[in-house]
């Protein structure tokens, strides 16, 4: 799995977009890139995954840059209950001992304030 | 729909103790996976179960062990506690085991342990 780089923190008024990127520059052409979060004291729980098409569902939009290298998850309208730790993950679908191994990484802290 | 289930919430043990962590996965899932959060710290794999075969394994010494039982649900076991063991446990279950859609995992809030 590729390694991702995400800022240690950030911070965004509630009501405005929020952006988180990630880098992950040496993705491979069948691995997808994977956003999830965790809210202080929950699991981790899935927000979206894309590979090179922008995506958006009912959280959040992904944004993946044409060389695949960098991605951006957009929270549009940031509330206060969007604060928590963002994590990038790039991922394939390689099987064997790395069958449902999600590899998280610090992942960034999203403060939302009022 | 019930989501994935974990018990017990809290747990309490002394160093050498053996401690085992219990999960149901989302109604239809075969997948249960276990992860290891220590604080301040992302979650680390520990093992991935699927038709209650060991199908993935982390870097986890030999105390750490799993299985799953007919109906898919899983117990995380855990011999001679050590301080380090201290963690958030947490269980995720999943429909697929292999395709981008097994990377799609539900998971439960977690089993907080604090060995003494």
């Known amino acids: 799995d590729a390694k991702t780089t995400q800022p240690t923190s950030m911070d965004c008024a509630e009501g405005r977009a929020a952006n988180l990127p990630c880098n992950h520059s040496?993705?491979?052409?069948?691995?997808?890139v994977y956003w999830y979060r965790q809210i202080h004291s929950q699991g981790p729980q899935y927000i979206i995954h894309?590979?090179?098409n922008n995506e958006t569902n009912e959280m959040a939009s992904l944004i993946i840059t044409e060389d695949r290298k960098s991605s951006t998850l957009i929270l549009p309208h940031a509330t206060l209950r969007d604060t928590a730790v963002y994590y990038c993950?790039?991922?394939?679908?390689?099987?064997?001992?790395?069958?449902?191994?999600?590899?998280f990484g610090q992942g960034t802290i999203l403060t939302v304030h009022p | 729909d019930a989501g994935v289930t974990q018990s017990p919430t809290h747990l309490i043990k002394t160093r050498g103790q053996q401690v085992t962590l219990r999960c149901s996965p989302i109604?239809?899932?075969?997948?249960v996976s276990w992860y290891q959060q220590v604080l301040g710290q992302g979650p680390q794999f520990i093992f991935q179960?699927?038709?209650?075969?060991?199908?993935g394994r982390g870097n986890f010494p030999d105390r750490f062990s799993a299985r799953q039982f007919p109906n898919y649900s899983s117990e995380l076991n855990v011999n001679a506690l050590l301080l380090g063991d201290s963690a958030l446990y947490l269980c995720?279950?999943?429909?697929?085991?292999?395709?981008?859609?097994?990377?799609?995992?539900?998971f439960g809030a977690g089993t907080r342990l604090s060995v003494l």
């Open positions: 040496t993705i491979s052409g069948n691995e997808y």
């Open positions: 894309g590979l090179k």
């Open positions: 109604s239809g899932h075969k997948s």
């Open positions: 179960y699927y038709e209650k075969e060991e199908r």
């Open positions: 995720a279950s999943s429909l697929h085991l292999t395709g981008i859609y097994s990377n799609i995992q539900y």
């Open positions: 993950i790039v991922r394939g679908n390689a099987g064997g001992t790395s069958y449902g191994k999600l590899t």
